[in-house]
């Protein structure tokens, strides 16, 4: 059966490959979306409990703090699936599956599960530009790293130029690794048209991925991308999920389909991007004031 996505979507494995990225309009419907909008809701507020940066296993909450701008926001959450069990049953949806397996199969684990918020209010919700493959830590891990990874981006709320949107460098997939933003934390300054040109990008050929609920980009590891920060008063809730060929990641992720059959979280968590798992479980704060220095 062919996904049910927007006709003009349908060509997006051949667009993934050319461009490095894709859009698919309307993966997920609207009745969905108000589950997905409400859950995330509360996962912020579970976040915003924690005075700063706090991990328990994969379990991620990164917080801006008080007393950085006077009051505290949540700007990512990762692994929510263990305190969501719609998350957990979502993360698996058979709609990701349909949408994945023409790239990667039918055994697919999960490495990255994420949202990111961009409060109006807060001052530093934008991300320089970058490739992905720069968060995983121990690349030896994965076979065929580059093309068994894809990335998920799902708008949540509405994504617009506005409320900083993802924004694409299209072919950059297929320069190599570039080195950008590496010279200090993601969220802080910007990325300026002279470093993508040295990198022998086109800064003109950057697109805006504006996106309505329900709809999806994928992205690959080494295709560059960031947003700007939120400059308007509507939060831009966006969530990230990256998956993999099972075949190629035999020691990082968690399953999300046996062939083709989704498939829970296990009792224990397996080792995704966070390598220290096993050394350092938490739960713990973390003390890194990244975007005071
Ligand atoms: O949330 C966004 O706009 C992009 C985030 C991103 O690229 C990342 O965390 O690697
Ligand atoms: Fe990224």
Known sequence: MPLDIARESRDYVDRYRAHGYAIVRGLFDAATMAQVQEE?????????????????????????????????????????????????????DPRWHDLLSPLLGRDIKQVA????????????????????????????????????????????????????????????????????????PLMKGTTQEGELSRAGLDPSSIVDVALEPGDVVLWGLLTVHGSAPNRSDRDRAFGISSYVRAADSPERGEWAFRDGVSTPLGPEPEICKYEKLREKPGPFYVEDDWYAR
Do not use: M
């Open 40 to 92: 995330a809701r509360r996962i912020y507020a579970e976040g915003l409990k924690h005075r700063a940066t706090y991990r328990d296993r994969n379990l991620l909450f990164e917080i801006l703090p008080e007393a950085h701008g006077g009051r505290r926001y949540v700007l990512q959450a990762h692994w929510f699936a263990w305190i969501s069990p719609f998350f957990e049953r979502f993360r698996r």
């Open 113 to 184: 599960q994420q949202l990111h918020w961009k409060p109006p209010g807060a001052d530093l919700t934008g991300y320089r530009f970058h490739q992905d493959i720069k968060f995983r830590e121990n690349p030896a891990a994965f076979r065929a790293i580059v093309e068994a990874n894809i990335t998920t981006g799902l708008a949540i709320d509405r994504a617009t130029p506005e409320n900083g949107c993802l924004r694409v460098v299209p072919g950059s997939h297929a320069k190599g690794y570039l080195g950008l933003s590496d010279d200090g």
